[in-house]
Nanobody
Framework: VHLVESGGGLVQPGGSLRLSCAASGFTFVRYDMSWYRQAPGKERELVAT????????TYADSVKGRFTISRDSAKNTVYLQMNSLKPEDTAVYYC?????????WGQGTQVTVSS
């Protein structure tokens, strides 16, 4: 099983980034996919989830209206479009795949929002 995140980097406040998570080694379409983040000194927190069928999405209150999660089953990839970024969005962002008791994690990608 592999989850490989990409797309992180340094961006100014108000800017945008799109994170990608390429999945392999499991049946992607059966898994709910999520993005988490962890800032220095803080616990990992759930940012957004998209269900296996892609019909339902949920977001943390802190990112509602700014972030959009989506998935492409043809490419086995999940995305996180992040707009209107704030310094408090700075964190390592992790991709997660979950199906009942199975849960897989990527290695993370750093997002830094700073002027």
């Amino acid at each position: 099983v592999h989850l490989v995140e990409s797309g992180g980097g340094l961006v100014q406040p108000g800017g945008s980034l799109r994170l990608s998570c390429a999945a392999s080694g499991f049946t992607f379409v059966r898994y709910d996919m999520s993005w988490y983040r962890q800032a220095p000194g803080k616990e990992r927190e759930l940012v957004a989830t998209i269900t296996s069928a892609g019909g339902s999405t949920t977001y943390a209150d802190s990112v509602k209206g700014r972030f959009t999660i989506s998935r492409d089953s043809a490419k086995n990839t999940v995305y996180l479009q992040m707009n209107s970024l704030k310094p408090e969005d700075t964190a390592v962002y992790y991709c997660n795949a979950r199906l009942i008791f199975n849960s897989y994690w990527g290695q993370g990608t750093q997002v830094t929002v700073s002027s």
